[in-house]
DNA sequence: TATAAACCTGAGTAAAATAGTCAAGTATAT
DNA sequence: ATATACTTGACTATTTTACTCAGGTTTATA
């Protein structure tokens, strides 16, 4: 189980962001250049933030990114669900009548895989991006 | 993020053996046929697992597989770690002085895996497979 | 109004990881 | 003897990841 780069450089780029954004929308260059991410990269990953309504696009010069939510209100679990990073334990959900791998009943351990999505997922949905900054900003002192 | 096949195969398994362990080894070819997974691949976790001492091969005819341990004293880490399923969130914890993405400090977003990996390996060690074992008795009833 | 900064979109692709298969063994109960 | 079952290592197709590339469109401002 791992989390990937889209995931983390998405939430990377959101508290940048978030920490920029009270005084002007902040260019995918700037975060590109202080975050280390490929540019290119970065704007696939906020093409879904926009689509998911995280962000807020302002095009032409000076323009950039600015949180369209709160930050308070924007969960890491908004955030993973946008760029499609998703805790994905167990293939056997939907089928809730064939069970798992073909079986006529739920696998032995289907409840378990259950248990440890709601755990994860309890984490993501308690953080917001207002945690993070404060969190950081903190650590400056 | 995403849990491989590996690692949930390696815990159906052992909850598989846990149950019929009392009397006689199991056989990888039985646990094959109860679980529909491929007998080579059984092969190949159940190497992993007995290199961790997590179970115990008999050879020959009527052999197979033991637990080498207390099914209690089975926590979910010890398997995901035997089959190398581990929680990966960041490349960046060893170069403890280069700090992340080659930057000179912690990225924004450092103590946020840390705090996500303790979070989901606290559900891995308190969980073991006589619980999954109990778990799952009890259901049937 | 020209131009450059910045967003927008879709296609393509190299490398890595995954999920196995295959082949050729060795050990042992019956 | 022989069949059952563990043992090992190499191999491979598929999928996923982590990008790059090439072309746009929009708009502030000089």
Not at 33 to 46: A, M, N, P, T, V
Not at 60 to 86: M, P
Not at 116 to 141: G, Y
Request: aromatic share 6%.
């Amino acid at each position: 189980m791992k989390l990937t780069s889209k995931g983390r450089y998405a939430v990377m780029a959101l508290v940048d962001l978030a920490r920029f954004d009270n005084i002007n929308p902040v260019s995918l260059r700037d975060i590109s250049l202080r975050q280390g991410i490929s540019l290119d990269y970065l704007e696939q990953i906020f093409s879904k933030l926009r689509k998911k309504e995280i962000v807020q696009s302002i095009r032409g010069t000076q323009g950039g990114y600015i949180l369209k939510r709160k930050a308070k209100e924007i969960k890491l679990t908004n955030i993973f669900d946008a760029v499609d990073e998703k805790v994905k334990t167990v293939q056997c959900k939907k089928e809730s009548k064939k069970g798992c791998n073909g079986k006529s009943t739920k696998c032995l351990t289907h409840n378990l895989w259950d248990e440890l999505e709601n755990h994860i997922n309890n984490f993501f949905e308690e953080k917001s991006l207002e945690d993070l900054v404060k969190d950081n900003s903190e650590r400056r002192i």
